[in-house]
């Protein structure tokens, strides 16, 4: 484990985690003699439609016929529309055919197997593309993969994911990603998984209020994983989050090229009450942590409740069991009773889908008969399941269709399918003919995270019966226009085609129903000026607008055949094909047919997979399991200080590594790193062994204080120990700054059991426990692993998380705060301040208080070792004191006080 940590003198010993990495990513540097000079990516947002080529050229460095692999992944949503190869100047393009057609023409390649690996799905939202080809020695390859895809708003953002992993260094790699949104873009932020402080460089932003320019070009070095390696960091997400500028309606109109697109998100709307039936699944296989997971997002969702909500719970194995026999309000006593009911469920027995959703069906009517359900409020059934039915009504055709009877179109019904022990088709079915949706639950630490995050979804409905509404001499072909339910942070998206004489002025009416009131709203939009504003060729590409109409008619087209009759479905199925092969998508309906060269096997075949077939890739939350080789060594300390110090804007700190550098010494102020231990997999690191180049394992039982670095030209600290502090404390708050920090320590477990960081400027909350960082920003939550590596750039906020576990928060005005979880999971959280001269003069908290002016009284003659302070009229006995600085594992002098 590596952590930076405030030292004072020069004995302190740096440990590189250099020979760690080597264990993390086993590619060689280049495969086989294949060697990829150029890997670019660009991608063109135009108004939330994403156009992505990647353009790998590669080159056979060996005396030998190679493979060439070209390996990509792409967001599962996305539609690939083109992919080719150039070999030899020859160019193979890849041609889009319907399915069977693709299949018969080459049933060779089918029944040798091979068209389903090219394309398949890995982790929770990507699928991955590969094509291998034989190249001869010395010849060159560029493959071009291109794929579109709509950006849906989800808790208020719009979210462009990029995998990065070219496997070896890339003497050309360059990533750009062009943004243009008519509207206005309100706010912009990136985050990748791989991005280190030296690879900060290489990162560019630029904004407008309508543009964006996010360009990433390391170089050769930039890209090592240490200078004496060959190995690659790129390896992981690279994430670009955006919203746009809203006027009141929310309404945008947009044209192009004979097509429009409307985007309707109205802010500002009063959330409408909602009567919710959560259906929880306890059967035996839930038991364990999946039953775990469910209590506890249960519990935190329950204390989400708005109070003006209704709710019941019912749980079901073989049979269900009503928490309360109607829907009680969601005040905090009911809530509070609800959460114990939650706390004790237990799993055992079968799964009996049909008689829950049935029983919770009749809870709503009862509740409506008993008038219960106020007027305009919304009624929901969430259905949370692990399993397949077992008990009870086990044919799932006559489940869905019990269900939809006794629904009868009054409520929304929403599936989620915990794991792949499901049929995800048939609650997808059952939720799509109910007006609701289905999500999957994914297995794993962060479940109940998931399961919060869905809730958070559909907490807040605005408006329901949505209709948009255009004339009809207008327009024609018009996508999906009436919308049952709208959520807060949501869009809703209509798009379709000018016609041949439509008028220059595009009039378009949305009506909707709210909790007392429906509501009208207007937009309107101009041919000529719309046409003016998609110009820049930079930002467009050609018929982005059609595309983006043909991509959401294929999208709607296959939703709509989950809940209609055959006959129906055919019918959808045969326009969605239509369009596939029309604008070239790879759509489940498509297939992509890839010629070789001559005397390779001549074609191959790339189908999409489905949904269910996600099953058994593994985890990528925290997929990185940490190595640590038994013995450490020393290396290149400053330059290593120097990128660090990036965090620490403050120019005391520029200031200090230059006089270090003449010393030859580290000084107070600058963070070093630190081995001291593994994870539960890896031999523990033996210090016996160790004699100047280690330090001693910090020793157990001390309780770590909290090190403050004092103000004053002194330089000394506070060693704060709060371990007999208990229950949530107010540590720091600064509205100077708009900065709250609130934990609680458990003395049992040496550190804090939670923290929660709260910036007002951005506007985002962390909250960090031993388990995760979950990160809430625009009603939106991010949750890491501790360990996981994160960088995230928000507009006046860094956060990053290295493989040590060390989380700062820092920013150009603002302290820096570190957290880091203790390498024993039984421990608690330590807590560290850097920067602190960047308090404003408010600040007070636990810890805040030493930053006001502090009254030290002056030393009793007999004893220097004891003195006084006063703070804000309170007086503490401070002790001169080695005390052990965690972060560093290092003793240091402070002036102890205990609170
Ligand atoms: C696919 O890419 C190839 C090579 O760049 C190009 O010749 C072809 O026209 C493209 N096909 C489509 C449908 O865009
Ligand atoms: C959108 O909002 C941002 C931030 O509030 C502002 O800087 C920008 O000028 C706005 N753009 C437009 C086109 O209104
Ligand atoms: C906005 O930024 C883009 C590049 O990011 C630039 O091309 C464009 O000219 C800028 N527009 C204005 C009005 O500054
Ligand atoms: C399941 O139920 C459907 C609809 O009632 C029926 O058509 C079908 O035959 C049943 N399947 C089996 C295997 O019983
Ligand atoms: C809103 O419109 C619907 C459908 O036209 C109607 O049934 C309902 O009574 C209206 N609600 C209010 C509050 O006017
Ligand atoms: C799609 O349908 C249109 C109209 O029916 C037809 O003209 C066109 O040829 C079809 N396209 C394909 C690729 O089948």
Redesign the pocket.
Known sequence: MKIPSHVHTCSIILVLPSLLLTFLNPAIAEKNGVDIYSLTVDSRVSSRFAHTVITSQVVNKADAVQQATFQMELPRKAFITNFSMVIDGVTYPATVKEKAAAQEQYSMAVSRGESAGLIKATGRKMEEFQVSVSVAPATKVTFELVYEELLRRHLGVYELLLKVRPQQLVKHLQMDIHIFEPQGISFLETESTFITNELVDALTTSKNSTKAHIRFKPTLSQQQKSPDQQDTILDGNFIVRYDVNRTHSGNSIQIENGYFVHYFAPEGLPTMPKNVVFVIDKSGSMSGRKIRQTREALIKILSDLNPKDQFNLIVFSEEANLWNPLLVPASEENVNKAKSYAASIQARGGTNINDAVLVAVQLLQNSNQAELLSSGSISLIILLTDGDPTVGET?R??IQ?NVQEAIGSQYSLFCLGFGFDVSYAFLEKLALDNGGLARRIYEDSDSALQLQDFYEEVANPLLTEVAFEYPSNAVEEVTQNNFHLFFRGSEMVVAGKLRDQSPDVLFSKVRGQMHTENITFQAESSTAEQEGLFQSPKYIFHNFMERLWAYLTIQQLLEKTVSASDDKSKALKTRALNLSLSYNFVTPLTSMVITKPEGQEQSQVADKPAEDRASNFPSSFGAVALGVPGNYRQSGHLSQLSHHSRFYPHPNVERLRDTSHRRGCLNPGLFLFLLLETTTIAPSPDFSTCSRNCVAVPASGQVPAIILPLRGPSGDRLCVDISHSQGPMDLLSDPGRGLEVTGQYKRQKAGFFWVEVTYKNPQVQIHVSPEHVVVTRNQRRSAYKWKETLFSVLPGLEMTMDKTGLLLLSGPDKVTIGLSSQNDPGKGLLLLLRDTDHFSSQVSGTLGQFYQDVLWEPPAAADDSRRMLRVQGKDYSATRELRLDHHGGTEISCWSVEL
Do not use: I, M, V
């Open positions: 044919n055709t006559q269709k």
